[in-house]
């Protein structure tokens, strides 16, 4: 199957699951159960802005850091610059956070209501140069749907 059909797809299925009345917890807990059975990387997960720091919130993978400043690392800049951040090799990424020395390469998606970031969705890939354009649009378009 094709990634854009497998994105449409995942796109109707999350339209489907988040809940307007549930938390925000909640719903991103079903997303990235979704998203990590669909898409199979080593790592996917929210981090919640709460403050002035990134906390993490549901995850499915290995264990992961519990917070993340403001600007720092690649969800961090995410967070900051309200722009998705497709990294093909984290080891070039300056100030790159490795929470688990497996990840190679990552995506990161900033969650947007109301004009300002409220999570950021991160997928790690255990291989060099995993996501690029179309990840980034498909992913934008399905957080949108929180």
């Known amino acids: 199957m094709n990634r854009d059909k497998i994105y449409l797809d995942l796109y109707t299925q ?3 699951l988040v809940d307007p009345n549930a938390d925000d917890v909640a719903n991103m807990a079903n997303v990235v159960q979704l998203l990590a059975t669909t898409l199979g990387h080593h790592w996917t997960g929210f981090y919640r802005v709460v403050k002035k720091e990134l906390h993490l919130g549901p995850f ?8 993340i400043a403001y600007g720092k690392g690649v969800c961090g800049k995410a967070w ?3 722009h998705t951040q497709v990294v093909a090799n984290v080891h070039k990424f300056e100030g790159h956070i490795a929470c688990s020395s497996s990840t190679q390469s990552e995506i990161v998606v900033p969650c947007i209501r109301n004009g300002k970031v409220f999570a950021v969705l991160d997928i790690d890939s255990d ?16 957080v949108s749907l929180l």
């Open 14 to 16: 999350v339209g489907a």
């Open 60 to 67: 499915a993978g290995p264990l992961a850091c519990t917070r």
């Open 80 to 82: 900051d610059t309200q």
């Open 127 to 142: 291989a060099l140069d995993t996501f690029d354009d179309i990840d980034a649009r498909y992913l934008e378009d399905i």
